[in-house]
């Protein structure tokens, strides 16, 4: 974020499933989950170089072993551009995550887990396509937990204005669980538009499972308002 400016992003992320990806790959019926949550994340940008970000929210959900709900994970960290060029950004975060009330890792059972840290890596790269703004991003992700397995996250985003005043994501969410003897793995995709509203901006899109092991085929939408300032 430039220096001195604030980006908020109130969510609503709605996941449910029926079946699931067996330590096969393949995917077998299973009694009904489904996970809820409405999250705040804000950051801004403390100097030119460092941006600080911090995430909370509210969280339910059910399963065949009953229901929950309460605080949902709480996040804070940095981070830090170390290279900025006319069309390239390299930046490195760093961050703990508080673990809450519901779901804290993509397969985990509802309240397990404690204390995360993670360190991600970001690379972004802006150009045009048709003479419409286009971007690309890569992070890649390392997960400590404690009371949970670690996990490594690959996920990327491309994003194009094919209008004044509209943007389409193209997102993928990729991770893996050290974990034995199956370590889950989950690559997940979503797709969304966002609309600039005034002075806001307003998303709607939908993720879904494309693959996995050990791991829920969900699927649900989002929902999203951004504000600037």
Request: proline share 5%; glycine share 12%; hydrophobic share 35%.
């Amino acid at each position: 974020m430039p220096d001195g400016q604030t980006q908020i992003i109130l969510k609503y992320e709605g996941q449910s499933a029926d079946e699931a990806f067996d330590e096969n790959g393949i995917i077998v019926p299973i009694p009904n989950r489904s996970d809820d949550s409405l999250s705040a994340f804000v950051e801004y940008g403390l100097t030119s170089r460092i941006t600080i970000q911090g995430k909370l929210g509210w969280t339910r959900g059910s399963d065949l072993f009953g229901e929950y709900s309460g605080r949902g994970p709480v996040e804070l960290g940095a981070r830090y551009t170390f290279f900025k060029g006319q069309r390239t950004v390299l930046t490195a975060y760093g961050g703990a995550v508080l673990a809450g009330e519901g779901r804290n890792a993509e397969t985990a059972p509802p309240g397990a887990g404690k204390l995360d840290t993670e360190v991600r890596l970001l690379a972004g790269r802006s150009g045009t396509l048709w003479r419409r703004h286009l971007f690309g991003e890569v992070q890649l992700a390392r997960i400590g937990r404690e009371g949970l397995p670690d996990e490594t996250r690959i996920e990327t985003t491309v994003g194009w204005e094919p209008r004044k005043h509209w943007l389409l994501l193209f997102q993928n969410y990729a991770g893996k669980a050290d974990a034995e003897p199956v370590a889950p793995l989950w690559l997940k995709s979503e797709v969304s538009a966002v609309r600039d509203v005034g002075a806001w901006r307003l998303q709607a899109g939908w993720r879904s499972s494309d693959l996995g092991v050990d791991s829920p085929v969900s699927h649900g939408p989002v929902i999203a308002l951004w504000r600037t300032f």
